[in-house]
């Protein structure tokens, strides 16, 4: 039996849930915008047609009088989150075996379904019409075909925004593979592109048909697993569980630059506590904490001053306040008066199971128990409710500027959403 994979890709994610609660923006160009309003992160269609790139930085963009129509959103991360795992939660009632590969794409393993039209039908509708969300679904044998018929499902309007590799004869598969350029293929960069193209391999029916043994050759086996999966056998399999991460990070670039050691020692708190929470989660426990700080690099009439430095935990953990300890522990040693901070950030690294660690017998064991009901009282009222006293919201300057954020709708009783509004 064939194997019958699905993508299924949220159209324009961001811009799409900014439309959920705001119909009216339905038809008009948007764009949604990094960290500080930096750069375009997500278009509509209507903007992908004026020609805004992906990326591009706004303050080009918001100046030229072609663009005078364009609304611009601050991205609404948690608002983004929780649509993201609403759709997720949908799509896992029509296959047992699924994997979340980003916010916005998910795989689906329909092999042995009698119904996987009728399915991928159902999906599209349920999603649109329960969380908001358009999506497209690529149907192939194998993952990397998958993304490619998701490709062909978004640009053209005939797959009506679904599109069946499998159900293609030789010849038609030949044909399609041959219109689309090699650089669409599922991590095949820009590098990795200009260096297929100087072999003569422009398109992903070149690359179909190139010896497998030679691109092995020159650029190693995950090569070869691309190729085998062009021509229809399985090398990628669907991870049903995502694996823990090998290492946590959290930074943020600041709304302004930053000089006072306070303000920092409040960012640390930040990331600290998000760290925390994210291996409790994975159920990992962390050796290092590595701590960093940047100045702003595109200031060259500013003093410049990078500095970075890790610290070994004396006892593996997962505590919110030991990595906070150490990450304070660490500011302190790098940090330096008369710079203009821009950046700063923490990050765990040696991570095992916590399983697999076995505390000191005669160790305190009362921060494992603040650690549970932190967390406890955190998933009832929601993150911050309970937190650590540097981790102050009310003095936290250098958090990324917002301007144009949209109400949290979903995940803060202060913003819900209000029928008649």
């Known amino acids: 039996m064939e194997q019958c994979i699905a993508l299924v890709d949220c159209n324009n994610f961001f811009v799409s849930c900014e439309r959920v609660f705001r119909p009216d923006l339905d038809g008009r160009p948007m764009v949604v915008l990094s960290s500080n309003d930096g750069c375009v992160i997500s278009r509509s269609d209507e903007a992908k047609r004026l020609g805004i790139r992906m990326g591009e930085p706004w303050f080009k963009v918001k100046g030229l009088h072609k663009y005078r129509d364009v609304m611009a959103f601050s991205g609404n991360f948690p608002l983004y989150s929780d649509l993201s795992n609403r759709v997720k939660c949908m799509l896992a009632d029509f296959s047992p075996v699924h994997e979340e590969y980003s916010v916005d794409e998910s795989f689906l393993d329909l092999t042995g379904f009698d119904d996987i039209r009728e399915r991928s039908c159902a999906i599209r509708e349920i999603v649109r019409k329960q969380a908001g969300i358009p999506v497209c679904i690529g149907i192939g044998p194998t993952k990397t075909l998958a993304k490619l018929a998701n490709f062909v499902a978004k640009k053209h309007p005939k797959s009506k925004g679904i599109f069946f590799y499998n159900v293609l004869d030789r010849q038609q598969k030949r044909v399609l ?245």
Request: glycine letters at 6%; a positive charge.
């Open 177 to 421: 593979l041959d219109k689309i350029p090699v650089d669409e293929v599922w991590g095949i960069g820009q590098r990795l592109s200009r260096s297929l193209r100087r072999l003569g391999i422009g398109t992903v029916c070149q690359l179909h048909d190139s010896d497998i043994k030679a691109m092995r050759a020159r650029f190693g086996v995950p090569m070869e697993r691309l190729v085998s999966e062009l021509r229809g056998i399985p090398c990628i399999e669907i991870a049903d569980i995502s694996p823990p991460r090998k290492q946590i990070m959290s930074s943020r670039s600041f709304g302004e630059r930053i000089t006072k050691q306070d303000d920092l020692e409040n960012a640390m708190a930040f990331h600290a506590t998000k760290i925390g929470r994210q291996l409790r989660k994975q159920e990992s426990v962390a050796g290092m904490v590595h701590v960093f700080l940047e100045t702003d690099p595109f200031r060259k009439d500013r003093p410049q001053y990078h500095p970075y430095i890790s610290l070994p935990l004396v006892e593996p953990t997962s505590s919110t306040v030991e990595i906070n300890r150490y990450a304070m522990i660490g500011l302190h040693r790098i940090y330096k008066s008369g710079y203009e901070y821009r950046k700063a950030g923490v990050c765990v690294s040696e991570l095992s199971p916590e399983s697999l660690f076995f505390p000191d017998m005669f160790a305190d064991s009362r921060q494992e128990r603040i650690m549970k009901v932190m967390d406890e009282i955190n998933g009832q009222f929601g993150n911050g409710a309970l937190r650590l006293s540097q981790d102050d919201w009310m003095h936290r300057y250098w958090e990324p500027r917002k301007e144009r954020m949209s109400p949290r709708y979903t995940t803060s009783w202060n913003e819900l959403a209000v029928c008649g509004d």
